[in-house]
């Protein structure tokens, strides 16, 4: 018999074998993977398409109440619709020394989701806040005038007072956010004007450009206040949180390594630091509260509340005016209820007290 002949097959060194094999595969898979890599870039684009669709902001001024006004210029962003249609609660972002109202751009978003009016100024000699020009107020914040950061509470008063006239804003929920010398004047803003609600601090101090944070912490009461800052500048964060009670103090970081001292600053812990605007957006959203139709009323340079529609809740100037969600949150803050009945101007009758010249 013959025998069958068989031919073998030469052999092929492993790692060959299998890089012919991964070839073969990646020219089968990779249409299917590039595919999905274009739908994957395609579903983000249109996310950030409908994000910015979503936020419609504007650049809207007015004028501050300094014997020469100050044309402050920002940045408004509207709150969604409510399909209740309720009013919103509203935020007012204060920059840092040297910056913008587009520091905030990364917390606007998620403000703007949480169903927050945003609005974020220029404060006086920053940005686009340099009117009149006779006042040289681009010049001052240059020289780091004193005088000139005093007065800015006087934005901030002005923004308030704009946020008011808002058919969309609750004028019974306002917070700020302030950062580094903002801090500092949102804390000034809010020991002047009880109606705020809460604040948040990003890396406060104690004297920055020389306004005394810590006389006006003092005079913040128990409102909630969150302080935000890194591990090397936490100290005076620290120091002022004993002068309001409640108040939280939460350190952020490390740095990543290689930077600066400086690098989670202020709004510069914004998009750096892991989660920090979920704290600070939930922290808001919290100490706003929800609304109320219970509100009373109240000058900001007076000690009594009233009952909205009394005959001295009418007499009040709309420029000092202040709404409360409560007559407890108003009793809270050192106002105190009203003495005596007075007939509304609907003809019902409630408590109220005469002392007209004080509390206008």
């Known amino acids: 018999m013959s025998k069958l002949r068989t031919r073998s097959m030469p052999n092929l060194p492993c790692a060959t074998t299998m890089l ?5 595969l990646l020219v089968l898979i990779e249409p299917g993977r590039a595919e999905a890599q274009a739908r994957s870039r395609s579903q983000i684009e249109r996310d950030a398409a409908r994000r910015t669709d979503a936020i419609k902001s504007e650049r809207v001024m007015f ?3 300094d014997k020469v006004p100050v044309t402050i210029v920002a940045t408004y962003t509207p709150p969604l619709t409510d399909e209740r249609h309720r009013r919103a609660p509203a935020t007012i972002l204060l920059h840092m020394y040297g910056e913008q109202r587009t520091a905030f751009d990364p917390l606007v978003p998620h403000l703007h989701k949480a169903g927050f009016a945003v609005l974020a100024i220029d404060l006086r000699g920053h940005g686009e806040s340099v009117q009149p020009a006779s006042l040289k107020l681009k010049q001052k914040a240059d020289e780091r005038d004193p005088r000139l950061f005093r007065d800015m509470v006087h934005d901030v008063e002005a923004a308030q007072r704009w946020l008011r006239r808002r058919d969309e804003v609750d004028p019974a929920r306002t917070v700020i956010v302030g950062a580094s010398v903002g801090a500092s004047i949102a804390l000034e803003y809010a020991a002047r004007d009880r109606s705020v609600d809460g604040l948040v601090l990003l890396t406060p101090g104690l004297k920055y450009l020389d306004l005394d944070s810590k006389a006006a912490a003092r005079k913040v009461r128990a409102r909630p206040v969150l302080m935000l800052a890194a591990v090397e500048e936490r100290q005076d964060a620290e120091e002022l949180a004993r002068e309001i009670p409640g108040a939280k103090v939460t350190t952020i970081g490390p740095r990543s390594p290689g930077d600066h001292s400086m690098a989670l600053h202020g709004t510069r812990m914004l998009e750096k630091a892991a989660g920090v605007e979920k704290m600070i957006v939930d922290f808001l959203v919290e100490a706003a509260g929800p ?18 529609g009394t005959r001295q809740a009418d007499r009040l100037s709309p420029d000092n005016l202040r709404t409360f969600s409560s007559a407890a949150e108003a009793e ?5 209820p009203p003495k005596r009945s007075q007939r509304r101007s609907d003809g019902r009758t409630t408590a109220d007290t005469g002392r007209r010249s004080l509390d206008q």
């Open 332 to 336: 809270a803050r050192g106002y105190r």
């Open 63 to 65: 004028e501050t109440g």
């Open 20 to 24: 012919c094999l991964t070839s073969l």
């Open 291 to 308: 609304p109320s139709d219970k509100t009373v009323v109240a000058s900001m340079i007076g000690e009594v509340y009233y009952e909205p």
